[in-house]
């Protein structure tokens, strides 16, 4: 069974960083995506970033340029930097897997497998 576990999150000023990780276990596929989705109060689920057993990575325009994602196989670990924060990525944050990644889109319902989210704050 296949379980994601997020952390890194915190509170932080505007301009600045935070790393994200998301330790994973009892994942055997060797083909998969995996996402990272934030989700603010009153806001539907936002797909900021994904990537794929091959190394191919998606972003949305609006983190573009701020936020990498990088994976760790010898640690089973995701990871999500976050550079240039701005108040509006205050959201709670989550990692997603999809095994054999039958579409590679920043789509939540594509993914069954979640995490249970880690909070990131940005101040002004």
């Known amino acids: 069974q296949v379980q994601l576990l997020e952390s890194g999150g915190g509170s932080v000023q505007s301009g600045g960083s935070l790393r994200l990780s998301c330790a994973t276990s009892?994942?055997?596929?060797?083909?998969?995506?995996m996402g990272w989705f934030r989700q603010a109060p009153g806001k539907a689920r936002e797909g900021v970033a994904l990537i794929h057993s091959d190394g191919s990575t998606m972003f949305p325009n609006s983190v573009k340029g701020r936020f990498s994602v990088s994976q760790d196989n010898a640690k089973n670990t995701l990871y999500l930097q976050m550079n240039s924060l701005k108040p509006e990525d205050t959201a709670m944050y989550y990692c997603?897997?999809?095994?054999?990644?039958?579409?590679?889109?920043?789509?939540?319902?594509?993914?069954?497998?979640w995490g249970q989210g880690t909070q990131v704050t940005v101040s002004s």
């Open positions: 997603a897997a999809q095994p054999g990644c039958d579409v590679f889109r920043l789509s939540a319902p594509d993914f069954p497998v």
């Open positions: 009892g994942y055997t596929y060797s083909r998969y995506c």
